[in-house]
């Protein structure tokens, strides 16, 4: 189930300090480094001057994403 947190408490579960938004020169995506050595994805169109949440599937950290907040996600799709 995805969740999403606060950067606050990101950084306190990821053990991180600070986090930087980065392009990599080889592909042109944008990603996230944390200064605990852990690398973390971006939402492609990041407004830097809207709020920020990560959002995380369940408690798996290696899936976290650096993304907009958002006031409602609906479904597209159901199965």
Same mark, same amino acid.
């Given at each position: +189930?995805?969740? @999403? +947190? @606060? =950067?606050? #408490?990101? %950084?306190?579960? @990821?053990?991180?300090?600070?986090? /930087?938004?980065?392009? #990599?020169?080889? $592909?042109?995506?944008?990603? =996230? @480094?944390?200064?605990?050595? +852990? #690398? &973390?994805?971006?939402?492609?169109?990041? /407004? &830097? %001057?809207?709020?920020?949440?990560?959002?995380? /599937?369940?408690?798996? +950290?290696? $899936?976290?994403?650096?993304? #907009?907040?958002? $006031?409602? =996600? %609906?479904?597209?799709? $159901?199965?």
């Amino acid at each position: +189930m995805l969740r @999403s +947190m @606060s =950067v606050a #408490n990101f %950084k306190q579960l @990821s053990g991180a300090a600070k986090f /930087d938004f980065l392009i #990599n020169p080889k $592909t042109d995506k944008l990603f =996230v @480094s944390g200064d605990n050595g +852990m #690398n &973390y994805k971006a939402e492609a169109a990041i /407004d &830097y %001057k809207k709020p920020i949440v990560v959002l995380i /599937d369940g408690d798996d +950290m290696d $899936t976290a994403c650096f993304i #907009n907040e958002r $006031t409602a =996600v %609906k479904p597209v799709h $159901t199965l």
